[in-house]
């Protein structure tokens, strides 16, 4: 036994100690349980790993059954590979450095206890979900992550705009999750059972399906469940609102962790997906549109917090995209990359915010690098690794997804590329909107303490080195390596197409200030669809949103409930009323009257009995 | 089996209880009353501790001649499926009492007793092994609960009262010509030799059917006969709207599953489809309608409705992974249903106000009944760990397996109660607090928070380990679905 269960337990844990008796702990107690445990549990990983090493098979553990009836058995499961190991060693990694960071940013916050608690409740759900061996435990830690996550987009609860914004993360994810429990039960179904090995050895020898059977309508409703969780479209919506949250919260959930779990569970499933091409082609699809939607709308932010947040978004497209076009490593690569660098870029966004007591908004930044060099210098490190600038982290994960698209088809690559020069175009224009030129904003810019710079250090370097960590290599057991040799021209042209962007940026912000802004006035109703993210949300309130509210309250209780129903009912009580007002009429108390019926009866009851006779 | 009539004392202690009530006075009406429903609890303990759970069988048996000129016995007796129930209803005739410990000023000692005589009614009913005794205790529940509704209830009492009574009362009509007919015919009440004699013919099992099932879905209730509930939960008093919610509707899914399922099978599978069309319906119509309400108890009442369709949803999918699913269901309901009408008598014994308009920003004045709720309110939606989710995901498994879209359907109507529950969480607990709530004193008290710990618990026991139920539930519903 190597103890998987310690591995989300230590957070729980922490959770616990933090929930029930944080309101009387003082703040370093408070941080001593929060950081300690997510640290013990990191360590606890690298002690199992040790343990485990090479670790070419599946290591499992049992420890009780869950849901047993008839012939359903549901246990208690958890299961390391390589695939888990690489997401645990992100999840408790990148989640040690961020609670490290947190406890220096939250330090000024009310209810600094309950936002380490839900950190805390948020690190032992996503470890559950990354070390379930079945999809219903994986599915316990799906639904935690995003319980946890509205929580914490509605930290700030007396602000409407966090608690909305939490609503429709959750409404969206709910969505998303229809599906997700629907593919559940097919497998049921379809298997007889939900444990992953069983899965997907009983999948192995079914012929891969050329037209819509049940694997394909099981891998999309699974992609549903995928597209709620890591923001596709068209499920996408929720996740700039969720920048409401406070900032640490955005680089772990939505950014580095969280929000990779539809990845992760699509490349779990990536034995049945193998069987099921046509469902593959649509998740290249969605992550290519999404790729190249969202990189549009990142052009034209001005919060600071938004622009990444739509760079997120369209990360996690390229990581579809490579699970779409069958490179699962390469994707499960980008996850490892991107949470580097985008952690990195959401805490050194923090940082900056942090400097400027709360300003999002780039058009009141500018000139910071002298003033906060140490952010600076690490958001740099962010910037030339998500631009795809050789030989750092993004360059060589985004590199492999390009290649692997270019192989399934080219004009994925192509698509892929240009969306690879906007992302460069957009991140260097918040950088130089925020560091370079004259500072336009009113605050008096400070450094971060060392709490919140160390951790970005120590991502910096990730993010500049985590392109040598070979992890499509290490994950070759698991998935069989990307087809499609190193083309050196169209890595270059991939490259190109970054320092195009990055220099376009330059020239427009920095060498032409001001032509940007004629540009944008130029394009008027383009530049305008774009700016207002297409409208997107508006048109979801008008078609679905709006109509669902309104046939409840009109339609349903008041017509048919209380109108047609009740009305029923209470037609035959008055009816029964009237029948009694109208008889009550016979009992006048007359006893003549009376003698009268009573003849009248009689009279009648012997005609009647005559007649029968 | 020893000669010690468990169920019997169990059954008639509350009532012994509620006659000392009526004997001594309004002062020690609320003491008297708890020591009784604790000692019921006690004494029920070895129930759950010497029952075979290998064995489907009615155990604690007891029988004695009772009316011999309609061969009508007295005949208590438990199986894996009437259990849970009786464990169900001990443990919230407690926490209705504690409950209602400074909510009832008016006429404390008939609202004890009443509660009182419910829970033997309740116990009794759980534990009669034959439809005779079954309805009488049917008919005996009404009475109290006709009371409570109409004596301690809120301003449209009265009217809530009758439309209860009414509903009901057509029920157990139909429910008395249906036993009268099976009398007749069989020349037995008796479950046991009901289920193993000669089976009827199936016209006439057309005809009970109609008849049971009618009486059962007015209490479940199902769609179109639920328009009784949100009325009489949303003016109960705390006490009367757990027990509602809690056992009363239980009530009819187990009639369905004692009678209907094993007496009249021919029945069943005639009526197969529209009953599970009912459910479907009152699964997701009753969701779509939850979410227009505005007040609060009118809005779990609708819940109540659109989670009461799970159970006969899983009931009428005969197979094993759907019935245990909806036992499990109903008792889950029972706690969960039960601790949200607890949470909203508390804050309503400090603000006289049922309107979610009239709440808003309770987190930061009451913390900890606002994390208790979000709990309660989790568990309701079926989040996975709580206590809803394994019946919910048994039924829809057992749905499934039955016909694919009627899963996907069940699937729709979680969705569709996550989404009430959170706007409803959003509105009473989030933002600023509302300035109609300001000073008063809105945390719960120890007495409170007490009561609600044991429903704390059990939504985390039988969420993380549902064996503890259906363990028991196992043999007997195999003996159910293949003894037909």
Redesign the interface.
Known sequence: MHHLWLIPALPLAGFLVNGLFG?RLPKAIINAVAVGSVLLSFLWVLQVLNGLMPLETLYVERY???????S?DIPYELAIDRLSAVMLLVVTGVGLLIHIYATGYMSHEDGYYRFFAYLNLFMFFMLTLVLANNY?LL??GW??VG?CSYLLI?FY??K?SA?TAG?KA??VN??G??GF??AI??I??QFGTLDFPAVFSAAQPLPAESTAGILTAICLLLMVGAAGKSAQVPLYVWLPDAMEGPTPVSALIHAATMVTAGVYMVARSSALYLKAPLAMDVVALIGLLTAVLAATIGMTQFDIKKVFAYSTVSQLGYMFLALGVGAFSAGIFHVVTHAFFKALLFLGAGSVIHALEGEQDLRHMGGLRKKIPITFLTLACAWVAIAGVPPFSGFHSKDEILLAAHHHAPWMYWIGVVTAGITAFYVSRAMFLCFFGKYRGHHHPHESPVSMWGPLAVLALLSLGGGYTHIPQFLAPVFPLAEGAHDFTLVAISVAAGLTGIGLAWFLYIAKPGLADSIASNLGGLYKLVYNKYFVDELYFATIINP??A???TV??KFL?AGL??GT?NGA?HMAQWVGAKCRRLQSGNIRTYATWVVLGAVLLIFTIGGVR | MSAYPILSVITFLPLAGAAVILLTGQRPARWIALVTTVATLGLSMPLYQAFDKSSGAMQFAESRPWIPAWSVVYGMGVDGISLPFIFLSVVLCVLCVAASWTAIQERPREFYSALLVAETAMIGLFAATNLFLFYVFWEIMIVPMFLLIGVWGGAARIFAAFKFL??TLAGSLLMLVGLVGLLHTTGTLDFQALTTGTKLNPQLQAWLFIAFTAAFAVKVPMF?VH?WLPDAHTEAPTAGSVILAGILLKMGGYGLLRVALPILPDAVQLFLKPMLALSIIAIV?GA??T???TDVKRLIAYSSISHMGFVTLGIFTL???GV??AILQMINHGIITGALFLCVGMIYERTHTREIADYG?L??AA?VYSTLLALFC?AAAG???LNAF?GE??I??GA??TW?WL??LA??G??LG??YL??LY?RVV???LNPGLRGLRLELNAREVITLAPLIFLVLLLG????SV?GYL?ASVANLLEGR
């Open positions: 309101r009780a059954t869950w849901i047993a009836s008839g359903l219903l599915f316990v639904e935690g319980l509605g609860y007396l409407n608690t609503n959750f409404i709910r969505i999750d229809f429990a629907l039960f097919l049921f179904i669902a509210i046939g409840s309250r349903l209780w409930d129903i009740d009912v009580g | 009414l509903f179109p328009t119509y779509y309608v979410l227009a309400q197979n094993r992974a245990e699913g920003g987190s930061k913390p989790l989040f996975p760990g394994v995901f048994l829809i498994g499934f397996r694919a899963g996907a699937v729709f979680v969705l996550t989404t959170l706007w959003y989030l933002g600023e993380l380990y549902p064996e259906l196992r």
